[in-house]
């Protein structure tokens, strides 16, 4: 009986400690695979307007990865500064193409897409937590000619999500693309719960 209790008494604490460790330390490739698994609540989709909109959490640590130190408390401090911020992916297609590429046949209102995506965007962004609206402090658009099934863009926000409680709202509220205002809701939880990268 008494090596019953030790037992129990040994795999309480075992479960205390693995529910109470830190998040799940992974590689590049499981991270990626964690964020697009619907089933964790990183990646949202939507279909408006003839559009496919994606939008996926990016860990502070994924934009920054090139930039981090390899001594792990360097790069604990690295990340303490760095997590004032938030970063989600916007991934935007018509008909499996690249949102842009709808406007190819007229060149003034291709150039005025282009020039959206790439400094007028993020306008168009923002947070709201509560009763709280965080706009999007800068977008960032990378230009693939043609060569992807999408147009991505990454919003910025200055906010740590990490320390924040309760559910957040995306927002989008195009006046270019012809999509309108559209919401993409993130539980905290699912972004505090998201691996660490190796």
Same mark, same amino acid.
């Given at each position: 009986?008494?090596?019953?209790?030790r037992?129990?008494? #040994?795999l309480?604490? %075992?479960?205390? !400690?693995?529910?109470?460790?830190? +998040?799940?330390?992974v @590689?590049?490739?499981?991270? /990626?695979?964690?964020?697009?698994?619907?089933?964790?609540g990183?990646?949202?989709?939507?279909?408006?307007?003839d559009?496919? #909109?994606?939008?996926? %959490?990016?860990? !502070?640590?994924?934009?920054?990865? +090139?930039?981090?130190? @390899?001594?792990?408390?360097? /790069?604990?401090?690295?990340?303490?500064?760095?997590?004032?911020?938030?970063?989600?992916?916007?991934?935007?297609?018509?008909k499996?193409?690249?949102?842009?590429?709808g406007?190819?046949?007229?060149?003034?209102?291709?150039?005025?897409?282009?020039?959206?995506?790439?400094?007028?965007?993020?306008?168009?962004?923002?947070?709201?937590?509560?009763?709280?609206?965080?706009?999007?402090?800068?977008?960032?658009?990378?230009?693939?000619?043609?060569?992807?099934?999408?147009?991505?863009?990454m919003?910025v926000?200055?906010a740590?999500?990490?320390?924040?409680?309760?559910?957040?709202?995306?927002?989008?509220?195009?006046?270019?693309?012809?999509?309108?205002?559209t919401?993409?809701?993130?539980?905290?939880?699912?972004?505090?719960n998201?691996?660490?990268?190796?």
């Amino acid at each position: 009986m008494r090596n019953l209790h030790r037992a129990i008494f #040994i795999l309480s604490l %075992y479960l205390l !400690a693995t529910a109470c460790s830190p +998040n799940k330390i992974v @590689s590049e490739a499981d991270l /990626k695979q964690y964020i697009t698994d619907e089933e964790h609540g990183l990646h949202k989709q939507v279909t408006k307007n003839d559009t496919e #909109i994606e939008v996926f %959490y990016r860990p !502070a640590e994924m934009v920054w990865k +090139n930039d981090l130190e @390899s001594d792990p408390e360097k /790069k604990r401090q690295q990340l303490r500064q760095i997590d004032s911020l938030s970063y989600f992916i916007f991934h935007f297609s018509r008909k499996g193409k690249e949102i842009e590429n709808g406007y190819v046949s007229n060149p003034d209102q291709f150039k005025a897409v282009v020039d959206y995506l790439s400094f007028e965007i993020y306008n168009d962004l923002f947070l709201l937590q509560g009763k709280d609206t965080v706009w999007a402090t800068d977008a960032v658009y990378t230009r693939t000619f043609g060569s992807s099934r999408g147009t991505s863009v990454m919003a910025v926000f200055k906010a740590n999500l990490k320390n924040s409680n309760g559910e957040i709202k995306l927002c989008f509220d195009d006046k270019t693309l012809g999509i309108g205002l559209t919401e993409f809701e993130f539980d905290i939880r699912d972004i505090k719960n998201t691996p660490t990268l190796n």
